[in-house]
T-cell receptor, first 121, second 113 residues
Framework: IAGITQAPTSQILAAGRRMTLRCTQDMRHNAMYWYRQDLGLGLRLIHYSNTAGTTGKGEVPDGYSVSRANTDDFPLTLASAVPSQTSVYFC????????????????????FGEGSWLTVV | GENVEQHPSTLSVQEGDSAVIKCTYSDSASNYFPWYKQELGKRPQLIIDIRSNVGEKKDQRIAVTLNKTAKHFSLHITETQPEDSAVYFCAAFYLDNTDKLIFGTGTRLQVFP
């Protein structure tokens, strides 16, 4: 079982270019997320999807868009990249979205992909 | 607003000593608090979590405590080893119309042999 696969692993991108980061999970998780990680700022949620066909905005959605056509794939698109979008991007998934049950034994653990290192120049 | 504060940002300990990382959250309705460990160049991985219906949880050398009244929770690592060196992130689940997990800014732990 691969878990969560992200592509590309790393990319150098010219400012103004369009870029799509791909994310695929084979765990049949309903919820998927995109986070960006910047030094000193931790992990910040960009967009999320609690089930196929629906998406929502996170903490820092501006400049990014997502789609969730099916359960397994959750691509993140930068329509016109800017240098401030230089970051490490992590795709993640969990069995369900939100509303962690106090009775749940497994919890709604979020599993992260390996990350995509993006540099916008 | 939604906020998770994490301290300290860096922590250096001698092998065998204990390490404590503290986090505070702002939403009193938060009910789920995971801790993630991230080694250099790797993905964050869950190491322990706690729900609001318990005050403490332990798993071998790591433990987490939760004080709901004060809205803070802490990670305790005992008998630290060099392989514990990593960045640790706390997080709190915010119950609003978006239901999201908010992360702290991370603590870089270095364990010296």
């Amino acid at each position: 079982i691969a878990g969560i696969t992200q592509a590309p692993t790393s990319q150098i991108l010219a400012a103004g270019r369009r870029m799509t980061l791909r994310c695929t999970q084979d765990m049949r998780h309903n919820a998927m997320y995109w986070y960006r990680q910047d030094l000193g700022l931790g992990l910040r949620l960009i967009h999320y999807s609690n089930t196929a066909g629906t998406t929502g905005k996170g903490e820092v959605p501006d400049g990014y868009s997502v789609s969730r056509a099916n359960t397994d794939d959750f691509p993140l698109t930068l329509a016109s990249a800017v240098p401030s979008q230089t970051s490490v991007y992590f795709c993640a998934s969990s069995d369900v979205y939100g509303q962690w049950s106090l009775d749940s034994l497994s919890g709604n653990t979020i599993y992260f992909g390996e990350g995509s290192w993006l540099t916008v120049v | 607003g939604e906020n998770v504060e994490q301290h300290p940002s860096t922590l250096s300990v001698q092998e065998g000593d204990s390490a404590v990382i503290k986090c505070t959250y702002s939403d009193s309705a938060s009910n789920y608090f995971p801790w993630y460990k991230q080694e250099l160049g790797k993905r964050p991985q869950l190491i322990i979590d706690i729900r609001s219906n318990v005050g403490e949880k332990k798993d071998q050398r790591i433990a987490v405590t939760l004080n709901k009244t004060a809205k803070h929770f802490s990670l305790h690592i005992t008998e630290t080893q060099p392989e514990d060196s990593a960045v640790y992130f706390c997080a709190a689940f915010y119950l609003d119309n978006t239901d999201k997990l908010i992360f702290g800014t991370g603590t870089r732990l270095q364990v010296f042999p």
